[in-house]
């Protein structure tokens, strides 16, 4: 039966080793949760990294390791510190993953990350191979295994394989600054379908194939050799049930069951019924414009000094790649920013913003979005931006105001939010402006249409199209796709020609034995192709047959003498031997 194989960089699942004893848990992550609906069952199987590197990992334990992440559908791929270092904190996160966003400066060539991340592309690809059959499905994620689709196809021609990436994919003009662009399209190119968040990355995607390596493109077709890609947008969703059915809960409970953060969340809300919460949440990274956003905080309390003591800005950081110097670097930044705002600004019972450089319990999250009025999300550049969809999920009294950087993936799904550039300071203090003031009844209209779209566009949903249009993909390229003759297909025919007892040649005429001609008399058989056809009739065991809607005249005048066999008039008239059929003759 056929499998599906997931791979990502991680795997769903996290290790912990104690006294001895491993205990695989699940991650409640998003991509997790997505992917429950394919990766569910015995007939699927996620390959990626435990998060362990081999030197952390003890030799006894391998197996038990093994055991652990059998038991949830999963299988490791093994690697040492060292190719951690180069593959993931080297070139996935020091080379593509700026590049991806446009930060250029921070992007950093280097000839060894690339060789690492080339190998342990290989190390996934190998530990696929050596679990898929050819009729598997094999789903790849991000931007961390570009390479592996290809070395995949490579040694498993006919298997399916689908791709997704996470993060935007840039314009032909950025994307052509990396020194290995054309091995990553190439890897890429490997897969049946590619899908985006957003048709703009599909566009641009598209745009450096066409530039680069310049085959055929179709509106999001890629005809390459003999394979057809599609490429196409699967903007991707949230668990909306999830976070709305938590937030309903956390509104019924009672003191005794509210969290620590809840309870002092609540105590400054009563202190103060006047005062607005702003809330963001993100990856400590440079592409989501924390700095901005600090310095666009300080700009709104100099433009409308009113709200003074009457806001507060949540600020909530989850740490992150901590390894590269970028991230230590606006780490430090956003100490200092928060630090000097703070200490500008704060009188003895108000601290403008609160600063939290931590990962928090989901239940702390809930508690986060459904007590701040409005969520502030402000990145300079985002794949797609989860963090908003959840926000809105989570306000079930449909209250609350979302204010998204339309650099956001999401943003092209939320038009009813307040969409602001995340570089102009102006319409940022302006839009802050307009969402404290924002009527119940607008926030209700705006989020009753969000929440709609986000509760049917899932992130179950999204999986789904995306497995739909990779199964279908595939269909259609079994079915209707003609073959262009690769040199390898070309040397398969030719193995089967000569090794062949009997063979039954077609041959078709205009198109293929002759160029089309204006005037169809004019493609007359020359001297050549007499020479060629006569030389396979005279071949032992083979049949052959010339076939054209042509009127049987032209060809009885043109190839009769020779007593070729024709099957002439789309069918009409067959002749063998040079004698017309005698069931065709009435
Ligand atoms: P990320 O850059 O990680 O993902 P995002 O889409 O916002 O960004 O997802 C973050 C997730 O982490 C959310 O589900 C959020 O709830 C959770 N989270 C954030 N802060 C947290 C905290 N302090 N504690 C616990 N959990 C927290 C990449 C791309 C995005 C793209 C996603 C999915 O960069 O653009 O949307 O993949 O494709």
């Not at 703009?200 to 003999?226: A, Q």
């Not at 709305?244 to 009563?270: F, G, N, P, V």
């Not at 409308?304 to 003591?309: A, D, G, I």
């Amino acid at each position: 039966m056929a499998k599906t194989i997931i791979i990502s960089n991680r795997l769903p699942v996290q290790l912990q080793i104690s006294n001895g004893t491993i205990t695989a848990i699940p991650s409640v992550g998003g991509l997790a949760t997505g992917m429950k609906s394919v990766h569910s069952g015995g007939d699927s199987l996620w390959i990626g990294w435990s998060g362990l590197t081999d030197e952390e990992t003890p030799d006894e334990l391998e197996s038990q390791i093994d055991d652990a992440l059998a038991e949830h559908g999963s299988s490791k791929v093994k690697l040492t510190q060292n190719e951690v270092d180069g593959f993931y904190f080297g070139f996935s996160n020091r080379t593509v993953w700026p590049l991806f966003h446009y930060f250029m400066e921070y992007s950093e060539f280097e000839w060894e990350s690339w060789e690492i991340y080339k190998s342990v592309n290989q190390k996934f690809a190998d530990a696929i191979l050596e679990k898929a059959d050819n009729d598997d499905v094999i789903w790849v994620h991000d931007y961390q295994l570009m390479l592996v689709p290809q070395m995949v196809r490579e040694k498993r021609p006919n298997v399916s394989i689908g791709f997704f990436l996470h993060i935007p994919f840039p314009s032909f003009e950025i994307f052509r600054t990396l020194p290995w662009r054309k091995e990553v399209l190439a890897g890429l190119l490997g897969s049946d379908l590619i899908g985006f968040h957003t048709y703009d990355y599909e566009r641009h995607f598209l745009s450096s194939v066409r530039r680069l390596l310049g085959p055929e493109v179709s509106f999001n077709d890629i005809y390459l050799d003999d394979r057809v890609i599609k490429v196409d947008s699967f903007p991707m969703g949230i668990d909306y049930k999830k976070f709305s059915e938590a937030a309903k809960e956390h509104a019924q409970r009672d003191e005794s069951k509210k969290s620590e953060l809840q309870k002092r969340l609540d105590t400054h809300k009563e202190s103060t019924p006047d005062a607005k919460f702003f809330l963001s949440i993100d990856r400590l990274d440079y592409t989501k414009g924390i700095a901005k956003r600090l310095n666009a905080f300080e700009y709104f309390l100099n433009k409308y000094p009113q709200y003074k003591e009457k806001v507060r800005l949540i600020i909530l950081a989850v740490p992150s790649r901590s390894n590269v110097p970028q991230y230590q670097l606006l780490k430090k930044e956003i100490d200092e920013l928060v630090g000097r705002i703070n200490g500008e600004l704060s009188t003895v019972s108000w601290t403008p913003i609160w600063y939290f450089y931590r990962s928090m319990p989901f239940d702390n999250l809930i508690d986060l979005y459904t007590t701040c009025d409005i969520a502030w999300l402000t990145p300079i550049r985002d794949g797609m931006n989860l963090v908003a969809k959840e926000y809105i999920a989570t306000r079930t009294d449909k209250t609350g105001v979302l204010i998204l950087s339309e650099m956001a993936g999401s943003a092209n799904e939320m038009n009813e939010s307040l969409l602001i550039n995340p570089n102009n300071f102006e319409q940022i203090a302006d839009t802050l402006d307009k969402a404290i003031n924002m009527p119940k009844e607008e926030q209700q209209q705006r989020n009753t249409l969000l929440r709609k779209r986000l509760e049917r566009y899932n992130v179950e949903k999204w999986a789904n199209d995306f497995m739909n249009s990779l199964l279908n993909q595939k269909e259609k390229d079994r079915t209707y796709i003609s073959r262009r003759l690769s040199v390898d297909l070309m040397n398969t025919v030719m193995k089967n020609y000569k090794s062949a007892n009997k063979r039954l040649v077609f041959l078709d005429y205009d198109g293929t034995l002759a160029g089309f001609h204006k005037d169809p008399q004019m493609a007359k058989p020359d001297e050549e192709l007499y020479k060629l056809l006569d030389e396979i009739a005279a071949q032992e065991d083979t049949d052959m047959y010339l076939i054209s809607g042509r009127d049987k005249e032209t060809f009885t005048k043109w190839f009769m003498h020779k007593e070729y066999n024709m099957i002439v008039e789309h069918g009409v008239w067959i002749s063998r031997m040079g004698k017309t059929l005698e069931c065709w003759k009435r």
